[in-house]
C-alpha cells in the first residue's frame, strides 16, 4: 500500500460515485456546521453592538432574535422549494443563471465564493482564539495551530465527504446534544422559577448605561447578529452529495440544521434575558463569551461546563468545513460554464474536486498567515456575500416560478417573493451598517471576481474560435518540412537526431554551433566521409553542415536565428527541429548537464514561430545498445 | 540600452579576450589582496595564541614574525620559477597533476577551492565584523551587510577582470600607503628614541603572566601566524590574466605582493614589540586589534588613524576577491579535464567565468547564512588548504627539474625542494596544532571534493563511452514509425498533429481518453465522416481512433499505457507520439490551461522507453489562420 493510499484511501472509480453519497446524518456535519456554529456567534455580535445600552440593551435581544429567526424560517421554505425545483444542485449561482441571467449568476458566485473564503479563515481563527483564550500558553502558536487545523480540514476533505461526514460527526452531535441540553434546563429553571431564576455562577456586573437605543444602533445589532444565518445556503447548493432520493435527503437535512439553528437562537435569547447576560469587551481581560456565560449561570462550571465549552470550540473550528463542502462545487459549476479554469471540472482520487479544495485551502492559508492567525478585521466583510447570495436565490425563484407557473404557483411565488424581499432589505441594512467597517471591500471583491470570471470566459471563446473545426481532416498532402538538427559533436546522439530527420524528410540541415570549448572540433573536416559518402551510396540526399562560429559564446540565439531565417525564406513549408536529447538514469546526473535540450525545445515552443514543429529524440544512456 | 548592458557592460567577443586582461597595477587589487589582508590578521592571531603569555609572549613575536617571513620568501622564489615553468598557468593543480599525477593534482585543486570558498566567508565576515565593532547600530544587520558585499563582490566580478581590478584599486593603495607610512614613522621613532618609544597614545595594559612558552604553544601561534601566507599562489595560478608577456608582469606582480606583505609583517612585527603591544581577548569588551593599537600608538587617534583603519577594513571585505578571481579559473581547468560539470567551460558575457563565480557566490552564502555572518568558526578550517596545496605545487616542481634538467636545474630543484620541505613541515604543524579544532573537517572536505571529481568524470566517461561513435552515419532506411496522436476532441490543434502525423507514417493512431468532463464527447461516431472517408478518397491509410474511458480519471496512465503496449509489441520500430500543443501570446493565459502536453512530454521523455520520439506540433494562437 503507498503512502498516498494510506493518507487518502485508494482511488475511487468514476462510478463509484454513490460510495461517497451522503445522507441527513452525516449532512449535518458536512453542509450544517457552518450554519450551527453562527449560533455561538451570531447573538454574542449583536450583543456586542449593544454593549454601549448596558441592562438596557437586554431588552432588544428578545425581539432581534425573534426578527432574525422569522429571517431564517423565510429563508428556509424559500430553499425548500429551491431544492425541490433544482434537484441537480439549486444553488444561488444556478437559481440566478438560470432565471435572471448569467450577470445575475455570476454575481451571486462571486459573493458565494468570497463568503466561502473568509469562512474559512474566520472560522479556524475563532476556533483557535477560543482553545488559545483557554490555554494562554498556546499563544505564541496560534498561527501553527490555525494551518494545522486548516491542514487537518484539507486532507479529511481530499479523502471525500463520507470521511469528513465521519470525523466531524462526534464533535457536531456533542455540541448539539450539550447545547440542548443546557437550553432545556435553563428554560425549565426560567419557567418554574417565574422567569427570574438564580444563577449558578452569576454573570459579570453589567456596565453602566452609557446611551439610549437609536434606530441606527438596533439595525447595527440586527446586521451583526445577521451573521447567524450565513451557511444556510449550503444544502440547496450540495444537492447531488446526497444519497437518492437526492432531493428528499438534502430537504430532510435542511430541515434538520434550520430547526436547530432556531432552537440555539431562542433559547440562547430568552437565557440571556432571563438572567440578565450582556456582552463583555471582546480583547479586554474579564472578557467571556456570552455562551460561557449561559452554560455557567444554567449549569455551573462543573464539568458539563468543560465538556459543552469544548464542543462549542470543536464546532467553531470544523464549521470551515462547510465551505470546503461548497467551494470546489460551486467552482466546478463555473468551470464547466468556462467561467473559471479547466482543472476544477476534474475529480479527483476519491471523488472530490481536489483542485477546488486545494485553491479554498490555498487562499485560507494566505489570509490566515497574513492576518498572523486573528482574523477580527475579516468579520465585517462576512455577511454581505451570504445575503446577496440569499436575495440574488430568492429573486430568481421569484422569477422560476412566474415563468413555470403550474400548481400552487401563486403560494410558492409568494414565499420566495416575500424571502428576496426580506434578504435584500437585510442586505441594505447590512451594507449601509457596516460599509465603512470592511463591507465596501467586500463590494469591491464581488466586482472583481466578476470581471475575472468573464474574462476567463472571453478567453476560453476567443481559443474555441480560434481552433473550432468541424470539417472533416484536410489530407492534401503539404511539401516535406526543412528539417534542422542542431549537433554538438559525432556521436551516436546526433546519428540517432540525423537518422530520425532523414525520414521526415529529404531535405536536412545539420548546425553545429561553436562556443569557446576546447574540446569540441569543428566537423567540416569529416562530413564528407562520415554523411555525404555514405549518401551518395545509398543515393538520398545527404544532410548539409552548417557550422557557426559564436563569437560571442552564445549557443541559443544562433541557433533560433538559423532556423527562423529559414522558416522566413520557405513561408510554404514547416521547418522541423530535430532535437537529439541523452536521458539519464538518475536525476542527480543531470546536475552534471547544460540542460540544452530542454532550454531549445522550451525556445523554439515559445519564440520559434508559426509553421516549427519540435522533434525530440531521446537517447537513453541506460539501455544504449538498443536505443541506437 | 538594455538592463543587462547597463548592469554588466556590453557582451565581449571570445576575440576581445585582451580588453580584459590586467597588468601588476591592477593585479594587486584581483590577485593580491588576499595575501595583503592576511597581514592584518595573521600576526594578529600569533598574538592571540600567545596571549597566556602575557608580556612574555611579546619576546617571541619577532622571532615568530621573521620565521614566516622566511618562509614566505621560499614560497616565492618557488612560485616565481613555477610562473616560468607554466606560462599558461601554473597552480598548484596543474604542477601537480603533470609532474605528480591526476590524484594528486586534484588533492591540491580540492585542497584550493576549499580554501577559496572559506576565504569569501571568512573575508567578507571579518570586515563586516570590524565594521560592526565600530558602529555597534549596525550590528542588527550583520548577516545583510555581508550578503551585500557579496552581491558587491559577484557583481563587480561579472562584470570582468578589468572593472573588479578598477574598482579595488583605491582602497588597495590607500591601505599600503596608509600602512607604509605608519611603519616608516614608527620605525623611525623607535631608532630615534633607542628602541623605546613613547607611544602617542598607550596600548592597553598588558595582562598578568600566566604560564611559560611550551614548544607546542610557540608552534600553534606558529601555524596560526600561517594564515598570512594564504592567497600567496593565487598569482601563479592566474597568469593567462594578465597582458603579454603575461609571465613577465606576472612575476612583477607576484614580486610587488610579496615584498608588501612582507614589509607590512615585518613593520607590525618590530613595532609591536617596541610599543608593547599584546592581543586583547576577541569577543570580550576592550578588544581592540593589533593594527588598531599599533596605528593608535605610532600616529595617535587622528584623523589619519581613521583613514587607516577605514581603508583596512575595507581591503579585509575586499579580500575576498581574490576567491573570485582564481575559483572560477580552477573550476575551467578541472572541467576542461571532466573532473567538474561542463558549464564551468564557458567564458559568460564579459569573458568571467560567470557559472563559477556564481558557484562560488552561493556556496559562501550558504557559509554566511548557516553561521549568521560570524564565521569565527571556520578559521580553524582555514590554512590547512593553502598549505597543503603549496606543498602539492613545490614538490611538483621538484619533480618538474628533475624531469627536464637544464641550465641550472640543480638550482631550481633545490629552490623548489627547500619549499616543498618548509611548506610541508608548516603543513604538519598546522594539522596537528589545529586538528581538533577544524583541521579535520578540512580534511574530511578535500577528501569528498576528491572523490567527486573522480566520480563525475567516471560518469562523463561512461557517457562518453556509450555515445562515441567514429563510424560513418548508417543510412539503412527503418521501417515507418508507429505514431499515436493524444487528441481532447476534434479541432485545428488535433488536425494540425494528424496532419503531420500522415508525414511521418502511414500507421497512425488518434487517442482519445474521456475522464469526466461532461462537456467532450466521444469521437467514434464522428471518425467516419471526419477521417476516414477522406482518407479513403485520398487513397491514404486513414489514422485509427483510439477512445479509452478512463474509469478512474487518469489522463497519462492510459496514455502512457498505449504508447508503452504499442512499442512492446514491435521492438523493431520507432514510436512516434505527437503531442499537439496551444501556443498562448501571454504568459498568464497559461493559469488557464492545465498544462497537460508539457507534463505528456515530461513524462514520455523520462518514462516513456526507449525508441521513442516526441514531437511537439505548436498550435499558435496569435496567428491562427496562417499556422493552421
Known sequence: MSLTTLLFGRRLASDEEEKEQIGPFSGIPVLGLDALASASYGPEAALTVLLPLGTLGLRHIVPLSALIIALLSIVYFSYRQTIVAYPSGGGSYIVAKE?????????????????????????????????????????????????????????????????????????????????FAVIAIGVGKTLLQGGHPAPVVAPPSHPATLGTASLALLCHAFASGCTAMTGVEAVSNGVPAFRKPSSLQARRTLSYIVASLGILLAGVAILTQAYGITATEPGKSGYQSILSQVVAAVVGRGPFYYATLTAVVAVLLLSANTSFADFPRLCQLLAIDRFLPEPFIHRGRRLAFSYGIGVLAGLSAILLVAFHGITDALIPLFAVGAFLAFTMS????????????????????????????????????????????????????????????????????????????????????????????????????????????????????????????????????????????????????????????????????PLLRFVTTVAHAHPDRQVAVVVPEVVESHWYHYLLHNHTASILKWLLLFRGGKGIVIVNTPFYLYDAPKAA
Not at 149 to 163: D, E, K, M, S
Open 99 to 179: 432565471n435572471l441571467g448569467t450577470s445575475a449568476g455570476l454575481v451571486a458566485a462571486a459573493a458565494l465564493l468570497l463568503d466561502y473564503v473568509l469562512n474559512v479563515a474566520v472560522a479556524i481563527s475563532a476556533g483557535v482564539g477560543a482553545l488559545v483564550s483557554a490555554a494562554p500558553s498556546l499563544l505564541p502558536h496560534t498561527l501553527g495551530l490555525c494551518l494545522g487545523v486548516l491542514v487537518l480540514l484539507t486532507a479529511a476533505n481530499l479523502r471525500g465527504l463520507r470521511t469528513a461526514g465521519l470525523v466531524f460527526m462526534a464533535p457536531t452531535y456533542a455540541f448539539l446534544g450539550c447545547l
Open 394 to 557: 430568492q429573486a430568481g425563484m421569484v422569477a422560476h416560478w412566474n415563468r413555470i407557473r403550474g400548481k400552487h404557483f401563486r403560494l410558492h411565488l409568494a414565499i420566495n417573493a416575500t424571502g428576496a424581499t426580506a434578504t435584500a432589505a437585510t442586505l441594505v441594512v447590512i451594507i449601509a451598517s457596516k460599509f465603512s467597517e470592511g463591507a465596501w471591500i467586500s463590494t469591491l471583491l464581488v466586482i472583481a471576481a466578476y470581471l475575472i470570471f468573464r474574462s476567463v470566459r472571453a478567453h476560453y471563446e476567443q481559443l474555441d474560435e480560434a481552433v473550432r473545426a468541424h470539417q472533416p481532416l484536410d489530407l492534401t498532402p503539404p511539401p516535406p518540412p526543412i528539417v534542422v538538427v542542431p549537433i554538438r559533436r559525432w556521436d551516436l546522439v546526433a546519428q540517432n537526431g540525423l537518422r530520425f530527420a532523414l525520414q521526415l524528410s529529404p531535405e536536412v540541415y545539420a548546425l553545429q554551433v561553436i562556443l569557446d570549448d576546447p574540446r569540441v572540433e569543428d566537423l567540416s573536416g569529416e562530413w564528407r566521409e562520415l554523411v555525404e559518402e555514405p549518401a551518395r551510396a545509398k543515393g538520398i540526399a545527404a544532410p548539409r553542415l552548417v557550422v557557426v562560429r559564436s563569437r560571442y559564446r552564445r549557443l541559443f540565439r
